[in-house]
């Protein structure tokens, strides 16, 4: 928690509000590809990409 806390201050420090969607996105590909690993869902997914 402390990563994404230090994350935040970064961007409002800054004012680099537009890595903002980049590393949503990166954490939402991420998310889905460790999802698609550990289910039956997984051969669907691949399709995807």
Do not use: C, H, N
């Not at 230090?6 to 460790?34: C, H, M, N, S, Y």
Request: aromatic share 18%.
């Amino acid at each position: 928690m402390e990563f994404l806390r230090d994350l935040f201050q970064f961007l409002k420090e800054r004012k680099t509000w537009w890595l903002a969607p980049v590393i949503l996105i990166i954490l939402l590909i991420g998310g889905l590809l460790i999802f698609a690993e550990s289910s039956a869902v997984g051969s669907f997914i691949y399709t995807l990409f």
